[in-house]
């Protein structure tokens, strides 16, 4: 072959690649709404940030889907989840064994620990689209070999399933309240994918009401100036100083928009605080400052990054933007999306201390906003949360 042939395939290769990275980066996307509406992502369609394989099942990322083509087991997000309804698309091999488990133990049987949404027709009574153990599907919703889209739904002990658009299951069962969200490769093995795989936190309640900071006590001695403005936001302005809310909470998740009116400024989100001390509690970091043009170079960890644990693998927000961010925080392992994008993923190592600046820390702890420097000003908009249940013993 010519020099010029090997380098027309060369260049062919490279724009069917770049054309395969923008098919996986659409199929698992966001809109603007859906990011304004508290949707996050859970697979980003090219690496497996934020998973963990349990079981003898090999995992990788093709085609942006999650798939597997060898062995049985799981994959698991390490994060846990609540109340929530969860979107995502499977394509399953004719034959093949499948399921969705949510609320589910870490662990190589999470259906033994949580709820499995059954993909295959191999149980007798529970096809496709049931919730094993719990409640039967009507027969009929599989589809060899073809992309399905499911809708599952936990809302406290109400639980639905909608496959393809039909809904399939509507029951109540309280038996599980939280856990992790995985998808199985089984026996009979066939090839599995999924992809799309977004979820909504539901049960989230304002603790800022927008017209006052009523629930909010600012820590005296410090220079940040906290006001609510007219358009209803939460504005810092100044620094140093703290604002804590009155309420405390252990597991949860957060959601808020913020936005920085400056350049590369400099806040965070604290949590687990210890009321009435100053900076205490883990941070999520806020700034929107990279290295050069790489955002996945992030400086001073970067926002959405663990302070002082882990860097933001990204920075996806840029300054003068609203951007929306959501905390988990389920007993040692906290996790940040900014909008709707995962950008950290980290269980704390540390032996227990009161201040998880020191340590860690699985108390119910205060929330705060830091106002850092004299440069600080940022605002904060709707601030909700839910806390999530107690963990059901055993798990």
């Known amino acids: 072959m010519r020099r010029g042939q090997t380098c027309a395939w060369a260049f062919l290769a490279a724009a069917l690649a770049f054309a395969g990275q923008q098919a996986a980066g659409e199929i698992n996307s966001l809109s603007k709404e859906e990011i304004?509406?508290?949707?996050?992502?859970?697979?980003?369609?090219?690496?497996?940030?934020?998973?963990?394989?349990?079981?003898?099942?090999?995992?990788?990322v093709a085609d942006g889907a999650l798939t597997s083509n060898e062995g049985e087991g799981w994959i698991l997000t390490n994060t846990e989840f609540a109340n929530f309804t969860l979107k995502v698309e499977f394509r399953v091999g004719d034959g093949g064994n499948s399921g969705i488990c949510f609320r589910a133990a870490k662990g190589p049987k999470p259906y033994e620990t949580g709820y499995e949404m059954q993909i295959g027709d191999h149980m007798r009574g529970e096809p496709t689209g049931s919730i094993e153990h719990v409640a039967a599907a009507p027969p009929g919703a599989r589809k060899p070999n073809d992309w399905q889209s499911a809708v599952i739904t936990a809302e406290g002990d109400h639980l639905t399933v909608v496959l393809d658009g039909k809904q399939l299951v509507d029951t109540r069962n309280p038996k599980y309240g939280r856990g992790v969200i995985g998808f199985q490769r089984g026996a009979p093995q066939r090839k599995v994918e999924f992809r799309s795989v977004a979820l909504k936190p539901l049960g989230l309640k304002p603790i800022f009401n927008g017209k006052d900071l009523s629930g909010w006590k600012v820590l005296p001695g410090h220079k940040s100036v906290y006001s609510v403005t007219p358009a209803g936001e939460l504005n810092v302005k100044d620094g140093n100083g703290d604002i804590q809310t009155e309420g405390k909470w252990a597991d949860f998740c957060f959601q808020l928009d913020i936005i920085s009116n400056g350049k590369h400024l400099n806040s965070g989100v604290f949590f687990r605080g210890i009321p009435g001390q100053f900076w205490t509690g883990y941070e999520s970091q806020i700034r929107n400052q990279w290295q050069g043009e790489d955002r996945t170079k992030p400086v001073d960890f970067g926002t959405g990054g663990i302070y002082g644990q882990q860097p933001a693998r990204k920075v996806v927000p840029s300054d003068g933007e609203w951007f929306t961010k959501t905390i988990v925080a389920n007993g040692r392992h906290m996790a940040v999306w900014v909008n709707g994008y995962q950008v950290s993923d980290w269980t704390d190592p540390r032996p227990p201390n009161d201040n998880p600046r020191q340590g860690c820390r699985l108390d119910a702890g205060i929330i705060s906003l830091q106002g850092h420097d004299p440069t600080t000003d940022l605002s904060f908009r709707n601030l909700r949360l839910a806390e999530y249940p107690k963990r059901e013993t055993g798990k």
Do not use: P, Q, R, S
């Open 36 to 60: 304004a509406d508290g949707w996050i992502l859970l697979f980003d369609g090219t690496t497996t940030f934020g998973w963990e394989v349990v079981g003898g099942a090999k995992w990788a």
